[in-house]
């Protein structure tokens, strides 16, 4: 098993609606890690894709169609797809093509533009469902995540207000994200007061639909010490899918999750995930989620989450800082751009590179994870310095 | 990255998207499908227009599956036998939905639930909306039971339950 | 690092219509054909599973959410490699080779019967600003035919050739439902689709999954008798936009075999397999193909075709299996497919002409629009 | 066929029939914004890259080789070649290639009132009238042979 490292990160700003293509999306994000790396295209052995629906983008085999602007034209080329989780599942499928000798240098991009579909980007989601059993009820994805939330809220006595301070916190931090959609200043009434979408679901409980792209550049050991003083390791890859029937599984708690992130530990001989890691970005397209995803990875106690939250433990200048960036209910939510924003951000944390968003301590060691399909799928990406 | 003033792209306002100022390309497509339900969806929707519930059995771990499967996911075998569960369950959970599936919004909220089939093995159960019950009355573990269409209207769907309905007030 | 084998194949559905099955059925079948075939419990003895869809191919979203059951994958590590099953394969290559896991299953179907819209799904394919708007499938590769058969001065009967050659072959194939034989002139009167493509060029699609079980070197000795060795894998892409392609030369296969020839020392590619198994849409991509791979040159290919060189029993039989115009396009599964009928031929049970075959190649091309293909050598 | 007990004729075998209607508005992008323009002044416009010096038609932001933006966009004149062309239901679409720009034009060939199509003929855009453009590529109407090509 070789050593990984990544060495450079780039992104577009995330946007409801933009101008350029997917391709001119991926081209960007890509050329700006690969600045960052000071690489050329030439220095590249392989390209790895993630996009979410090929619904949204509104092109069949949308990786193929992504290919040029990501990089790929007379390369290997791929793309890999777990749903939600796609965003910090591409840097583990570039990370296994390093780690077995196959390549040295991987070019990794997510790429999600959401806005063509009409008359709105939710529509595709009715497609995500069983065609013959749920299908004909009319069912959303809000509807699941609502059931999500409510179970989680009833099982551990979970109170919405407790839920909205998640919101709170990540649009405010996305205050000093430079591509941030929906940051704010809100409080916790605002979200209480929003508009319900599908209850306990409310406007301000969920992330926005969006364009964007962002990438990253992954290298060998002998290669990252050649181009850089400051590699960040892949030390931990994990990830994991459960069963398809949603309704037979006790949404109260990720076991799946918890099964991805110890597949990760184990790699990075993490026995204490609550002490040894310093800081992460988990994936939020709700509020609720970022609780559920703290627990799932064994940061805190299951039911714990809401505590720690209330105690400004997750705060940027806190124990245990979550979603510095703003995440995706700050900065935005282009599905597979949105997992490798929070990948790109680990590395900027760990590197000092993240300016007003900086986390107070020192940070050695980060933890990227997002989270997808019929919330049955986590990823889990351990970096450190 | 926070040197970079600005990062590359350009916003679209509501406006502009509206009144076209850029170029766009229009592209509409209906793609139809037919899927083939196999043994087990074929079995439960036929049980369905005969207004009965139906699970598969695995005779090694012994959970009776809903909806039912030709195999069984944990013990990765074939599953054995149909079984006929009740038309009753509980709430497992439930939400309230104000819009429509493409985001527009609904005239009257419609109340969504996960119910766990009585006689399934512990916690298995379908997704399905309530009715003839108040959003403010709902709680979970509530009891309901199946609202089934006439037998005439049935035609072999999810939707030959009209709804799930608290079994009392 | 280690070596790594397919220890197990299996297999279910391969016919244009399977009503009684539904996709995760039939993938339940396939699985549980490879797992006995590699003697392994998918619960409790696999560290990966990865499987090749594409969402409209499915008609489902985020297709990925329907898979883990049926393979025995649920709470497990999945992932979908959005790409031909082949790629899906390299992918499994490179998990084990990398230390993540001693045994990966790679899972690939089609239920194109299920598409009712096959057109429409492929005209999203297309780049919708600039080639969508004149491009259909069918013109998009008849473009592209006309002109490699203009550069290499080919008449129509030479790809009529390779469509009644394949169809023969397939005849000995027990899992090839679209064989036949067929006579150059039935091919050549079958009727103009986009000239120059005609109806029997063009492959039959076909419902069917393909499964895989790869295993490091040490579990491989352990579980079966005669492991296949993935001696090498290459992956590749020419540009997405057709109207930058040079339509002469399948620039995929080239970069793909290359990579997979440097990999197992493969000097003289026209010498070294016994048989290969590549993609042979429409007839010519078959010949482009073998150009691309090294195995002949755009100078003796053609005479290749005419005196019958790629037969069953000619020095280097090509497609003994039939290929994708015997077997049918199962899309995503088509190189996954062909892993399988190579791995069984290797092993003894295919053409009998081919018993102690040692060495095979096998190629996929994704299919129209695309320009991206993969390569493996297996060895036993 | 998995299940012991399951389909014994055809008419057990349930098949649901729905569909996925899907409708997009495709944005041009960067530079096929640069590209609708041109077209509406009756001007077809490659893109050229700073570092290796090719011109690519369709242009694009950033050239596909070098992977560098593009530094600019130049005007094509509409004369080109059929490099390819394939003909269906009495209309051919070819592929246009124009000198010494890397890529092409895929577009409505008018067929010769005398003659067939054939490869390497001269062809030329005959654009549609100013007032009737809309920024894509129907504003080209089709490509006609030249005389004496």
Redesign the interface.
Known sequence: MRRVAVVGAGMTLFRHRMLETGKEMAFEASRMALDQAGLDIKDVDSVVLGSAPDAFDGVHMKGEYLLDGAGGTCKPYTRVYVGGGTGVFVPIAAWWQVASGVADIVLVVGEEKMSPLLPHPQYAFWSIFDPILERPLGVTLLWIFSLEMRRYMHVYNVKEEDIALVAVKNKRNALDHPAAQLAANITVDDVLKSEPICWPVKRLDVSPTSDGAAAVVLASEDVARRITDDPVWITGVGWNVDSTYWTNRDLCYPEYLEKAANMAYRMAHISDPKKEIDFAEVYDPFDYKELHHMEGLQLARRGEAPKLTREGVTQRDGDLPINPSGGLLGVGNPIAAAGMMKIAEVFWQLRGEAGKRQVKKPVRRGLAQAWGDLMQVGTVVIMER | ??S?????????AGAE?DNEV?????????????????????????GLKEGRILGRRCNRCMRV???P???C????R?????VEVKDTGKI?????????????RRDK??I???IEIDEASP???????LGEVE?SKVH?DMKVKAVWKPRDERV????DIKYFKPLEV | MTKVAIIGVGYSGYAPLTPHMSFKEMMFEAAKRAYTDAGINPRTDVGSFICCEEDLWEGISITDEYVPDQLGGAQRAVCTVSDDGLVGLINGYMQIKSGLADVVVVESHSKLSNVLSQGDVSSMSFEPYYERPFLTVETAVALEMRRYMFDRELGDDIPAMVVAKNKKNGLGNPRAPYSAILSMDEVLSSPMVCEPLRKAHIPEPADGCAVTVLASEEKARILVDQPVWIRGVGWFSDTPWVSQRDFSKAVYAEGSSKMAYKMAGVNTPAKHFDFVEVDDSYGYKELQHLEALGVYTKENIKRAVEVSETDLRGPLPVNPSGGKISLGDMVEANGLVRVVEAVLTLRGQGPRSLRGAKHALVQSWRGPPTASGSTVILEV | MSLPDGLRNTAQAKNWVDSLPLSYKYSAGVSGQRFAEGLKQGKILGSKCSKCGETFLPPSLYCPNCFVYSSDYVEIPPYGKIYSFAEADGKAIALIRFHGVTGGLIHVVKRPSAGRLKIGLRVSAVFRPTEQRKGDLTDIEFFEIRPHS
């Open positions: 990255m926070e970079k003033k600005t990062l590359p792209g350009t916003p679209i998207w850029y170029s766009f390309r229009k592209h509409s497509v209906q793609l139809r499908y037919a899927w083939d339900a196999g043994s087990a969806v074929s079995g439960f929707l036929e599956l809903v909806p499967r030709a195999f996911e944990r013990c990765f074939s599953t054995d036998e149909w497992n959970t439930y939400s309230v939905s104000y819009v429509n599936n493409d985001a527009s909220p419609l969504v639930a996960v916690g298995m159960g379908f997704l399905h909306v959003p979970v072999g769907a999810i939707t």
